[in-house]
């Protein structure tokens, strides 16, 4: 397996200023894993849902080419998560959280999968985290995300997750919390230096792009300009998805050229998640058109 997801499936309620939807197919390992087989991994899921997880979602996640054995069904309801945004979208704000089935599960990584090309653990509670880098052993590089609910509830549970992995992806927000540090270099500086040695720190901002700490020294790569913002639930996870496939690809420490590379296609794909409504915009990505994007991006800082 090129590229192993722990997090969560979810039914989304979103409301932003331009669409709004109910129980729409969301969840951090729905949107890493789509974007990670889309960009040509190997991707295999590992998480749960309920008994209501409809067939044409179930669907929809194996036509895309992700690999299912690692996802539990189990009584109860789907983790359902509640959001909105206003204004330029910057920020979700949580209306209502129902972890359902999540309470309850102990994630367990079929055997085949322990020793993937990259593991990434998206948005979940850290404690489920922990319990998944403890069964996986993968060949090049363990990856994380997580949110501000945990740093808020199980700040020293996060602390350690982090500190067990190679390459961390937060937002800014996130970073200026754990830092509690209102300016984000200094706050950036201060969490890489708590990672373990050779770490890189992704941080994403956004509509400004994203600042990464490399071992070498900082790299910034813009976002693709989109005036056709929807809904940007999910950014965050298919841009993570697209870094952790495109990493998949190569050998040894992550070398800065390669880290700019897997940033910009990253960026691309989190543009197309955004022009849509849950999964429908990432769902919809065109290769051809893809390329082009990414042309685009890169002519940007040229
Ligand atoms: P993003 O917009 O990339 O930060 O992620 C949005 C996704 O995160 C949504 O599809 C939600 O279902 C999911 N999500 C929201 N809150 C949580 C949580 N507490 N744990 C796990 N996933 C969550």
Redesign the pocket.
Known sequence: MDVVVV??L?Y?SIETPAAKGERLL???A??AGLASSASGASCGLVGVVGDDFREEDRHLLATSGLHLDGLVTAEGRT?H?EGTYSGAMGE?S?LN?ELNVFEAFDPEVPNAWTAPKVLFCA??HPALQAKVLDQCTPTRLRMLDS?N?WIDIARPLLIDVLNRVDLVVLNDGEVRMLADDANLVRAAQWLHGELQPGSILVVKRGEHGVLALHPSGMLHVPSVPSPGLVD??????SFAGTLAAHLSKGEGPVNRDELRSGLEHAAVVASYTLQGLGVTGLVAMEQSDRAERLQALQALTR
């Open positions: 997090g969560s979810a989304d969301g969840g951090s729905t949107y983790f998560w979700a949580t959280t948005n979940l949110m609910l940007p639930t999910g950014c965050g996870d």
